[in-house]
């Protein structure tokens, strides 16, 4: 296939982004079909794969894309839980909070002078920080995950762009060989 690039072309000159190729404009179907040294039918199979290779690398990213607006919400609701208790500590008053024991259990306490907080890390892991360490490793947690999603967007974007071109080039293929048996089958009847 690497012979074909000479008749293909790639937006903007892009190889790849992060591991996911980028798909080659078709310019001239008969030559990009000569140089791959393929007929029709195998052009077209290798395609209809990249398609769906395509389709399995955006299932993945837009699951990605899913965890992470679901966790943004969370890391930003205990960055504010933090500034409460450290309010709270700078007006000396107590902090009185709900919290869920069991689903649909809850329980009052009323949290005075604290010094730290624990946070759950994942994997059934929970570290116990001071309030200006929580406070800290919550903001850099919360820019990770935001600076994330913005390249899963740009991701997500160039894969779509890929899956057009994979698409547009699809059917130039097949119209091309329409095209060549349309024209063999009038040279026969004349």
Known sequence: MAAAAASASTPQGVAERRGIPAAAFVEDVEAYLRQAGLDVNSALAFLQERLQQYKIVEMKLLAQQRDLQAKIPDIEKCLDIVAALQAKKALGEA????????????????????????????????????????????????????????????????????????????????????????????????
């Open 95 to 190: 902090l009185i909070a709900d919290f869920e024991l069991s689903e649909g259990i809850y329980s009052r306490a009323k949290i005075e002078d604290t010094n730290s907080v624990c946070l759950w890390l994942g994997a059934n892991v929970m570290l116990e920080y001071s309030c200006d360490e929580a406070n800290a490793l919550l903001k850099k947690n919360l820019e990770n995950a935001k600076a994330s999603l913005e390249v899963l967007v740009a991701d997500l974007q160039f894969l779509r762009d890929q899956q057009t071109i994979t698409q547009v080039t699809i059917a130039r293929v097949f119209n091309w060989d329409v095209h060549q048996r349309r024209s063999k089958q009038a040279v026969k009847e004349t």
